[in-house]
């Protein structure tokens, strides 16, 4: 009976050891335009679902700043074509780099969007 229970013991250390290593990449975190504007640094936890419910291209400057707010104010990335989004620490165990939400744009329209490490 002990070795049952060491072995139910050990397999729920190891579980919660895993889930507290990766526990951010599991939890999903659903985007929502009030939350993406005012919790600038979660965006990297919400932009998976952002991607997959929202179209991004073709949309207009005015369509993108209505659905996430003003792009962020720096020159990563930045060209006269784009928009660029602060997402947040890379996802991962080591996160040594920021991640950014680039949208690329041609009259006026989404043409290309990419998530880029700096």
């Not at 985007?31 to 919400?46: A, L």
């Not at 928009?83 to 165990?93: C, D, I, K, N, S």
Request: a neutral charge.
């Amino acid at each position: 009976m002990s070795k049952m229970i060491y072995r139910f013991r050990t397999l729920f250390i190891m579980g919660f050891v895993l889930l507290f290593l990766f526990g951010r990449n599991i939890l999903i975190h659903r985007f929502s335009s009030e939350s993406w504007k005012k919790y600038p640094e979660k965006r990297v936890d919400m932009v998976d679902d952002l991607l997959s419910k929202n179209e991004l291209m073709r949309k207009t400057k005015e369509e993108v700043i209505t659905l996430l707010g003003q792009s962020t104010d720096t020159e990563y990335f930045k060209t006269e074509n784009n928009m660029v989004y602060y997402l947040g620490p890379e996802r991962g165990l080591i996160s040594i780099d920021s991640e950014w939400l680039v949208l690329e744009m041609q009259e006026n329209q989404i043409t290309k969007v990419s998530i880029l490490c700096d």
